[in-house]
């Protein structure tokens, strides 16, 4: 069955509504013609206090989380909270609804042994960060196993988009090219490797990873890696802007050099592929920025 004919008409529950990814989700479902409850921050929900209105909801896609690695090392016991036991809520309250659930998890894999990565790969979560989201999974499949929910569990890669945080490496770069003036383009470290994969087409693939029976984890990125350096090159190419680019201050010590997702399982069981190239998607970050 396709995602079409699976989630049109349901009534579906998304957590962190109003973040960068699940606004495109959301909008994603309503266009499949799904009955959308969005909670989020913006919304008053509190993931911690509050129970989650699932009274004839037939699915929750869980993305409300704490972001982002250098918080994560300011305040652990938040991430954790937030990110482990606020995924324990919500799904003991959908195992009373009998609703089934996708939560959307990180990467996880710590330094790769070998590339690409697959789902079997060790798990090595090396900052605060990815150990909360961690912990947020196993309870996942300890529900889906000991409940028998039907639940399935997404590692994102590198997600970017128009309206992204310049927090995130390629909104960062595209407003440096922007900016007026010959102020040089500053980044940390120009050789690092990451998969990128454009917002559409991870909206896609979490309409794809429908829950099964039994319980499921996917890699969910682009199959590719590209450089900080190939990143700049498209940017500065899409922009035509001549301005210098410039490596600041000191790499990060244990820099990932390079991160390479292996998607063949959601691709084998689900039919689903990224359709948006880099420099596509950049260029719709950029008009994104003008708009």
Known sequence: ????DHYRGLHVVVTG???????????????????????????????LEDELPLEGVDHVFHLAAETGVPDSWEDPVRFHLVNAHGTVRVLDQCRRSR????????????APR??????????????????S????EQACAWYADVFRMNVSAI???NVYGPGQSNRFLIPRIVEQALEPGDADIELMDLSPRRDYLYVDDA????????PRETFRIYNVGHGVSHSVSEVVDVVLRRTGSRKRVRAVGQPRTNEIQDVVADTALLRQESGWAPRVSLEDGIQ?????FQS
């Open 114 to 131: 070998e590339l690409p990565i697959g789902e079997l790969h060790p798990i090595d979560p090396n900052n605060p960060y990815a150990f």
């Open 99 to 110: 609703s089934s659930l996708t939560y959307v998890g990180a990467y996880i894999y710590g």
């Open 17 to 47: 509504a109003n973040g960068f990814l699940g606004r495109a989700l959301v909008k994603r479902l309503e266009g499949l013609g799904c009955r959308v409850t969005g909670l989020g921050r913006s919304t008053g929900f509190r993931l």
């Open 1 to 4: 069955m396709s995602p079409q």
């Open 203 to 210: 909206v896609d693939a979490l309409l794809h990873a429908m």
């Open 133 to 136: 989201k961690w912990m947020g």
């Open 155 to 157: 590692r994102l890669f």
């Open 284 to 288: 719709r970050v950029i008009e994104g």
